[in-house]
């Protein structure tokens, strides 16, 4: 007996799928496609395999894969022939004993895949709130115009990722904004184009605070100088919204007049640490320091520059200076020269002070000065420093001076005599305006010209009159 079945070469399969388009190297210029599709109605006898055609843009189709007998294959990836940037059409039809169906509809492919990660992706600056990031485009685009970047971020430590809405393609920048004061955050970044995002890049860390300010300019430890070293000391920032983790002292290039670059202190991770020596300096050269502080957010711009002749500071005059004249209206005084000009080659000149206050700058042949800005009355405390090209060193010791009259010589009497001694006795002299007699000195010679010599010390001893 024969058995005959009625069939028809299987049903249009329906419009293929893109499942996958990928490369190996982006550097390449071809990709591969991978395309699917459903078995569709057999019509009486079992499909036994498919044909899936293929056309470049606007090309003629061409078979790329012939499966007969193969129904179980519903999958095929093109390796061969698909470049970059180019759309490709791509239909497919089944077969059985009958023969060969008709074809699906078309799936256009654009040969494509997501572009590399962006480069570079890094924190520019922070403020209160805020973070500002910078990129550079990634290197390839995966065959499709970017379309923008996405920036993942979040509070370092959190669960769940925020995601920016799409940054321009054309923008390289960008300023989260919002954010939780002084918290840190983690960022990432991704480029986009019509087959998605790309790998993700690093993981950046920043603090949504500002960077340390209102920095003071640095200066000199005193008496820590010598021919080629000085300490300096920094201090801690007026501004800092999270605390100073550390400090960096820069010095420029010796007479160069150029901003601190060179580093010779670096205090990254020490808070503590207000101060150091820089060594190896030029005695009678010219250097600029600076400093900056880390805080959370990062480092801070250059604290204002200290600029110093590096070698060791002229010694003051040795002695006091001593009182010339006094009167209400003025006061003279003087002082010995100094014996020590440091690291310089000669004395420039001398600055005249009273307590903090300069009263004038003299010339260094100068060594007696008249000063008549006083009041009748007044207490001057006068000291005297040196200055050389490298700097003006420390004051002398205090001078106490008063601008009064000096008092009348007081009336001496003899009142007693004898062969070895004799006795005498003054009236007391009325005081000055604005000031007190403090005592009497009583002086003798030896009755042939010789000086003078104290025979009774009283400066201290007002009310003693014999």
Known sequence: MLTLYVAATPSAPDTPAKTLVFLDDYSKNNV?????????????????GYQLWM?????????????????DILTYTVLDGITKRRNYRFKVRAMNDVGIGEFSPELTSLAAVA??????????????????????PPMYDGGSVLTGYFVYYRIAGADTWEKTSIISSVLNELQ?????????????????????????????????GAVASDLTIPEEVPNTRTLSSIGIKFFAPGVSTTPPIGYQLFVN??????????????????????????YELRSGHSYWFAYRVLNYAGWSELSPF??????????????????????????????VPTSDVGGATKLENYKIYDGDNLLDTVSKDTLEYTYDGVTAGDSLSITISAVTLIGEGNKSN??????????????LTLTDTNRNSCSVEWTPVTAPTNSLI???????????????VDAYDGRTNPSQFN
Do not use: C
């Open 32 to 48: 591969a496609i991978q395309v699917s599709w459903e078995a569709p109605t057999d019509n009486g006898a079992p499909v036994t």
């Open 55 to 71: 056309s470049e843009e606007a090309y003629a189709f061409e078979l790329v894969y012939d499966g007969p007998g193969r129904a």
């Open 115 to 136: 572009p590399s990660t962006p480069l570079n992706f890094a924190f520019v600056t922070s403020g209160t709130g805020t973070i500002d990031l910078r990129w550079d």
């Open 176 to 208: 989260l904004a919002s954010l939780t004061a002084n918290q840190e955050y983690t960022m990432k970044i991704v480029a986009v184009n019509v087959r998605g995002e790309s790998e993700r890049s690093g993981i950046i860390y920043q603090y949504a």
């Open 253 to 278: 290039d010796v007479d160069s007049n150029g901003i601190p670059t060179n580093l010779i202190y670096d205090g990254s991770s020490i808070s503590s640490v207000l101060q150091t020596t820089a």
């Open 306 to 335: 200290f600029q110093m002749i590096a070698g060791k500071l002229p010694q003051p005059p040795a002695q006091t200076p001593y009182q010339i004249a006094v009167s209400p209206d003025e006061v003279t005084f003087g002082w």
């Open 398 to 411: 205090p001078l106490t001076i008063w601008a009064i009259d000096v008092p009348v010589a007081p009336t």
């Open 438 to 452: 403090t005592g009497y000195v009583v002086m003798v010679d030896d009755g042939f010209d010789g000086d003078f």
